[in-house]
């Protein structure tokens, strides 16, 4: 009887393995599960740097606030590039333990990847995050869903990383900004600085 119960128990024990490594086998790779790499440093640092002159010709627009129309694309890889290079972005990263953060951009949809340390052990964290505007020229902003490996992470997680903004569930646009979409691998910001009041 006792040969027979090891006998059942070394069985259940093998059979679990082969379960749980067909399920990280057959387990579809998360499309943010890997940072977005450039062919050097060199040009990952002119992809960043031309976003963010793009992005300083686009403020000093709307500073004048004389133009009809101004508008700025960026796209998925000039996006990655800018965070891979920012020193602010990249300490405020490195603050919560993380690393090879990646933003994908789908039609009013962003995802999020990265690796963070849960009680003490780095596990791949990703975040859906659903953006739309509405008629009142706010982003109606909704997280998803968050999951640390492949199971949900808890709401007290999620809630202690949302800005208030977020949690509130919409974002004010910026003074001229008209409309923000998010489409397939880019984001296009549309302006009419003449709006803007003068201060």
């Known amino acids: ?13 093998v059979v679990l393995t082969i379960l749980i490594l067909a399920i990280l086998l057959f387990m579809p790779s998360s499309e943010v599960g890997t940072p977005i790499t450039f062919s050097s440093d060199d040009e990952r ?5 031309t976003l963010n002159q793009h ?8 500073q004048n606030r004389t133009a009809s129309h101004a508008s700025l ?10 965070i891979q290079t920012s020193p602010d972005i990249q300490k405020k ?10 933003v994908k951009l789908h039609k009013d949809r962003i995802l999020v990847g990265m690796k963070a340390p849960y009680k003490g052990t780095m596990f791949p964290i990703s975040a859906v995050i659903n953006v739309r505007q509405d008629l009142n020229k706010k982003l109606i902003v909704d997280v998803a869903d968050v999951r640390i490996g492949s199971f949900p992470a808890p709401k007290s997680l999620i809630n202690a990383a949302l800005s208030k903004s977020i949690k509130n569930g919409s974002v004010d646009l910026p003074p001229g900004v008209t409309s923000i979409e998010f489409n397939e691998g880019q ?3 549309q302006a009419n600085p003449a709006s803007i009041p003068a201060r």
């Open 73 to 82: 694309d960026i796209d998925e890889r000039e996006l990655n590039a800018y």
């Open 1 to 13: 009887m006792k040969k027979r119960k090891i006998i059942i128990v070394i069985t259940s024990v």
């Open 55 to 62: 992005a300083i010709l686009f403020a000093r627009v709307l």
């Open 187 to 189: 984001i296009i910001m």
């Open 93 to 102: 990263i490195q603050d919560i333990g993380g690393k090879d953060v990646v």
């Open 45 to 49: 640092t002119q992809i960043a740097t």
